[in-house]
């Protein structure tokens, strides 16, 4: 698989109606420039006002993915993000006329047509990827739903489904690689149980639903009163139960269609990360509030970290060492190894910097609600800058170790948090004698002291 990006050769637009609304609508597909990703145009508003395909303007979830931006909404987003992403496709404007896109066969399947049909072109620049390496989860008490990210070579995805009725059971759907999307995924449509679309017909909420384009799994025995109001919003002479337990006049793709649905969904919504990811999906009774909730923790780490990178640039140019070879003077090795750069290093005086990860591994247990760096390793990482300075005055410091002899006067003035750099600054009170060392450590985040304590060192030969 190329690492390039990618938009399409040429425009093409779809026509259709809206399942909520009811409303002719047109949605267009146009090329984007490199790293624009997908973003949405109101063509019939002043304006003609843009919403980018992002976890931060989920503004509601309910029977849907809906995006919002200055008041202005869009709905029903993710069977069209859904083909983008089928399709490895990763820059696009989509042009639509109403708020929300056609609802087609209620899959992706005609978006793909559409897309495939002006064809795929690869552009010069790389894909921004963001790799997992460490797992990521997220679960939601109320309804039992939860989602893991979990490391891969590539994007995959596994659906289980489970609504506790008869009709529908347990189903599972798996996604290897997308290649396969286009012809085991796209065409699976979205679904609902009866109750629920009385409750939609009651509310007036699929003007533009038919037949066609939902599958409908009859949960409860129909009353001849839901009957006549199916065969008005329907505009059918006549409705009836097939044996499978769905409603007539549409045939089922695949035995489990409604977890390849849900799997499709979730390929729609978690492209509100805004980048392409590396990894494989376990999600367990996913829905579109699930799914939103976890692209918008996805996206709270990939920012973390790109600010982190963003602040570490300057610092790790001018490093007078890097961990490599803070490794040299030091056994300490990862895990265990708490700090990146040396910044400065005189005979009395160090500087070291630590970059305080998202993905560090103790953030999963120490506070996962609210990660916090434990004082701990601040100030482990604080001895191990110590142990630096006082071992660089030794001329083979890999033949020596150096033991806390006491630590004292340690303050905590505020939490570490992930995304944080930490710079830390030693000097010695004393000069070194009969291998005692004793220092004042100060541990600072954007100038803010953070951390202070005095150390007292022993330093052995091995």
Known sequence: MSNLQTTIKDSIKLNGVGIHTGKDVSLTFKPAKEDTGYVFSRVDLPGKPLIRALSDYVCETKRGTTLEKDGIKLKTTEHVL????????????????????????????YFVKALEKVGILKQTKLRNEFVIKEIIHYYDEESGSEITLIPSD???????????????????????????????????????????IEMLLEN????????????VYVDKKISDKTMDKLKKAFNRKSVSVK???ILDNLNLHYQNEAARHKLLDVLGDLALIGKRIRGKVIAKKPGHYINTQFAKKVSGIIKKQEEL????????????????????ILPHRPPFIFIDNILDLTENTITGVKYVSPNEPYFKGHFPG??????????????????????????NPENYLTFFGRIENAKFKRPVLPGDVLIFKLELISPIRRGISHMIAKAYVNDELVTEAEMKAKILKK
């Open 82 to 109: 859904a083909a983008l992403v089928g399709l490895e496709i990763d820059n696009v404007i989509i042009e639509i006329d109403a708020e929300e896109p056609p609802i087609m066969d209620g899959s992706s399947k």
């Open 154 to 196: 590539s994007y995959q995805v596994i659906t289980m489904v489970d609504y506790e009725t008869k009709v529908l059971g347990t189903q599972n759907a798996t996604l290897n690689d997308l290649k396969d999307f286009k012809t085991d995924f796209a065409n699976a449509r979205t679904f609902s149980f009866l109750h629920e």
């Open 204 to 215: 007036n909420l699929i003007k533009g639903g038919d037949l066609n384009n939902a599958i």
């Open 243 to 245: 044996s499978n337990g």
């Open 309 to 328: 990178e963003n602040k570490t640039e300057t610092f790790k140019k001018n490093a007078l060492m890097n961990q490599e070879q803070i490794m040299n």
């Open 370 to 395: 609210r990660p916090v760096m434990p004082g701990v390793l601040i100030i482990e990482a604080m001895a191990q800058v110590g142990g630096v300075l006082v071992l660089s005055t030794f001329e």
